[in-house]
Every structure is written in C-alpha cells, then in structure tokens.
C-alpha cells in the first residue's frame, strides 16, 4: 500500500509503512526523503541509526587489514555494532579480533569460525544473525575516511522498492563487467535491505557472490541505488582475493573460458 499516513506499531515507536512491499520505516525519516540527500542529517529525536543498521566484515588471513578496517568505521560510527566473522584464519587474525572486541567493547560481536566458509557464505551468515534492518557490508581491505554517507545512504534505502545502496556495476550472467546486464552493488561497501535479502537467494561461493541475488533482486522489480561512497570509503584492493585467490578451482578457469568464447 503507498498510503504514507498509515500508521504501524512496530518496537514500540510510530513507524510508516510504505509501498508495495510494505517496507516499514521510521517516519522521520520517511518525511525526510523530501529533503536532498546532501542535506541530509539523522538527527531525529527518537531514532538514533545504530537502531537501524549494524555492519559486517568478513576476514581471511588479513589482520593488518582488519584492524584498519575496524578501527577506522568505529571510529566514525561508535554506535554502530559490527559484527566481525573470521573465516578461520591460521594466523594471527582471532587475537587481533579479540583484542578488538576489548578495546572497543559492546561495539563489537565476533564469530571466529573453525573452517573457511569463503565471502559469499560467511556474509549470508552476517545477513542472518544481525537483527537491524540493514547491515552494512564492508571488506576487511577498506578505510573509512570520514562520516556522513552511513546518514545517505540510509535515506536512499528507505525509497520505495530500494533493495540496496552503493556502488554499482553492471555484469552478465557469469560474473563478468559489461557495458549492460545485471545490477550488482560492489561488495567492498555496500548497505543491504536485511528482510528482502532474506526472500531472495543467498550468497554463495562464486566470483561474484551476490550474483544470483542481485539478479533475482531484479528480476522481482527491485532497484539499486547508485552512491559516491568511494569519496567516504578507501578500497585497497589487496585483501584476501588478492593474497590467497577465491578458492574456486577449475570452476573459475571454466567459467573464464566459457565467457571468453561467449557462452
């Protein structure tokens, strides 16, 4: 329904719900989506923004990296909870996680898990044990450089059929760029809608993880939406792909060869 008067019950404060899915949010910030994302503040008196959206990242054998990441977003964003997985590391990663969660406290969770699940598993884990109504994913080889962007992207998540915010790129259906095809949001810092990511297929170990998910999104009618967040969030590009691969075998040397010949 897209009456934005109704009103819902929903944890105890008086919440909008809006379209056709029948998203449910805050109604200060719905009234804001008048407002510019620039001019944008989160600042209404009975909703503060770590009550809507956590964060994740998910480390493999990089805890020079992880501990930048970590440090840096808290440092910008104390309230937020990020939820911290390993993906069962050898080296010294769990200690440096635990030395985090002592300096920083309630801010953040851990799972230090005895296998590697590889990205796209360990972030559907992240997607199913946080409880906000959405997660912002970032990797483990990024610095947050300044605040702000957490506040827009939130306002340009709760438009009407909005699945996700970031960056976004378009592939085809085996993973690779392209001119046009499927929208995918880059998966170094992106903010997932965390009930509709629940309906549609997980991510999975793939290149490109969030593939299946991203095209079902579409295919359902859901949009993205396009944000500058690399001005706010530094991507090195040199994390665990980089150093250790995907993990994929010939499977990805097949779906290579499979693109390259056009099938």
Known sequence: MRDLNALAAYGGRRFLVCGTLQFIYPRALVERRRDSAASYRFDFPDMAIEDLVSAAVINYQTPDLLDTAVRSFHSHYPGVTILVIDNGSSDESPAVIEALSAELGSAIEARVLNENRYHGPAMDLALRELETDYVYIFDSDTETLRSGFLEQIMLLASRDGVYGVGQIV???????????????????????????????????????????????????????????????????????????????GLRSRLDYLLNKIGL
């Open 170 to 248: 378009h592939v085809n259906k085996r993973g690779f760029a392209v001119k046009a095809g499927i929208p995918v949001l880059v998966s170094a810092h992106m903010l997932i809608n965390r009930s509709v990511y629940l309906t549609l297929p997980p991510f999975i170990h793939h290149g490109l993880p969030a593939l299946a998910n991203f095209k079902a999104a579409s295919e359902r009618g859901l949009r993205l939406e396009s944000y500058p967040i690399s001005g706010y969030v530094k991507h090195f590009g040199r994390g665990t792909a980089e150093r250790f691969g995907y993990g994929l």
